[in-house]
């Protein structure tokens, strides 16, 4: 028996380890699931624990609440019960109040209702003064008093003095109106006397005032009839004056010299310029067949211009229409050198095809297959 020595043992270890490292290689190699999605098992079982005692949680949260529900309902019937007993016995309670103390006989209605009111009423009307003898019951109306006489006497009484004392009252007021109607005519005759005297010195006054303005209108007159014909001789001298200075003034006689302004020469006064000279006249006209000249020429370089852009446009389409021809021919080459050279590869391909069937008829065995991925390098 050989002893075994800690050198074989650390060899022994070491090749148990490589090969536990190339089983998982080629766990890891061969399982095409994971060599082509790339899903990695362990942490796929770690989510699943997760998720285990994720669901194992919320079921003992959800028993834990199921619970706690059952202890409230348990409650709230206890509760209710309460209530409902409690309810019972304060209804009790006020039944037992109202039979005790709210009997009928102490509302305060109960006289409407009461079987024994007519023995227990007394007449509706004692005396004059009864305190039950309200407006609304109707038990007593003016004139049915008990002191009816009495008071008729009285009131008989009291018209009779009040009639003498109306009497007197008239015949005061009869004279009164009279002394008054006398002072009134005796102040209307002071006051006609005394308008009657105004009016005659209103009138005195008057008339003294329209000789007066008379004589002031004859006085104006006359001074307006002098100063209209002091105004009529000046006008007179000043139209006379106003024609002579028209007659001899620039204005008719046309001078180009009154329209200039103090601005500068080439301004003109509107309202004095009498037109253009025959010199100013002559230089437009030579300016406006300069002008015409110039654009004659301009537009004669623009029509040479377009014609030059025009050749250089015909020549540009046709050099590109050469070029486009060439491009054809060049492309037209290539695809028929394209053309022969797969008609080579394809004479090529038969020949060897031909070649292969000849000469190899061996098949693939099994053998041959398994030989492949039995091992991880």
Request: charged share 35%.
């Amino acid at each position: 028996m050989e002893v075994v020595q800690p050198k074989d043992l650390q060899q022994y270890f070491g090749l148990a380890k490589r090969r536990h490292a190339e089983l998982c290689r080629q766990k890891r190699v061969f399982d095409a699931r994971n060599r082509i999605i790339g899903g990695d098992a362990e942490a796929w079982d770690i989510q699943v624990h997760d998720q285990k005692i994720k669901e194992a949680t919320e079921k003992a949260r959800h028993e834990t609440f199921a619970a706690e529900m059952r202890h409230n309902d348990k409650i709230t019937c206890l509760l209710e019960d309460r209530q409902r007993r409690d309810r019972k016995n304060l209804c009790k309670a006020i039944n037992d109040f109202q039979q005790s103390f709210q009997k009928p006989e102490t509302r305060r209605e109960f006289d409407l209702s009461d079987p024994l009111a007519l023995r227990k009423d007394i007449p509706a009307r004692q005396s004059d003064n009864d305190v039950r003898n309200t407006i609304s019951g109707m038990q007593r109306f003016m004139g049915e008093d008990l002191n009816f006489q009495e008071r008729k006497r009285f009131q008989q009484e009291q018209n009779r003095e009040w009639s003498l004392q109306q009497q007197r009252e008239r015949k005061d007021a009869q004279a009164g109106q009279k002394c008054a109607e006398d002072l009134y005519m005796q102040t209307r005759l002071q006051w006609d006397e005394t308008a009657k005297h105004i009016q005659d010195l209103g009138n005195a006054t008057r008339r003294a005032a329209c000789a007066a303005v008379k004589e002031f209108n004859k006085s104006q007159a006359a001074e307006s009839a002098e100063r209209k014909n002091l105004e009529k001789n000046q006008e007179q001298e000043d139209n006379l004056a106003e024609i002579s200075n028209l007659l001899h003034g620039d204005l008719l006689s046309e001078n180009p010299q009154q329209a200039a302004s103090s601005f500068g020469p080439h301004r003109v006064v509107p309202d004095r310029w009498k037109g253009m000279t025959q010199e100013q006249l002559e230089q437009i006209r030579l300016t406006q067949k300069q002008q015409v000249q110039e654009k004659l020429r301009l537009q004669e370089e623009e029509y040479q211009r377009d014609r030059g852009w025009d050749r250089r446009r015909v020549q540009n389409a046709r050099t590109a229409l050469l070029l486009e021809r060439r491009q054809r021919r060049q492309q037209r080459d290539l695809r028929r050198a394209l053309d022969r050279n797969n008609l080579c590869l394809a004479e090529a391909q038969l020949s060897q095809k031909k070649y292969m069937k000849e000469h190899c008829a061996n098949q693939p065995t099994e053998d041959y297959f398994t030989q492949f991925n039995t091992g991880s390098r």
